[in-house]
């Protein structure tokens, strides 16, 4: 079996992957605090902020849960499409 590098961080394979850009553009205050708790996992802090994640299941799975609140675009360079998830 080969051994596959993989990083700690954003559970991809190393070298790896396609990435996305996930910004918030709600507040959390008003909705369930499991949703909160979804965007502070995403790493997300406050309303406008952004941050790259990795293109996995688990990270879809969560933006899909607060897709209300967050907007998903892809992170390549002068990638200006919003992504659908």
């Given amino acids: 079996m080969k051994d596959k590098r993989v990083n700690r961080e954003s559970g991809e ?3 790896t992957g396609a990435r996305l850009r996930v910004t918030l553009l709600k ?3 008003g ?6 708790v979804v ?4 790493g997300l802090r406050r309303i406008r902020h952004t941050v790259e994640l990795a293109d996995t ?3 879809r799975g969560m933006i899909q849960k607060v897709r209300h609140l967050v907007e998903v675009r892809g992170a390549e360079p ?8």
Avoid at 31 to 36: C, L, T, Y
């Fill in 39 to 42: 965007v502070r996992g995403l």
């Fill in 57 to 59: 299941p688990a990270i």
């Fill in 78 to 85: 002068g990638s200006t499409e919003r992504i659908w998830i």
């Fill in 13 to 15: 394979a190393a070298g």
């Fill in 27 to 29: 507040s959390t205050v």
């Fill in 31 to 36: 909705f369930d605090r499991k949703q909160g």
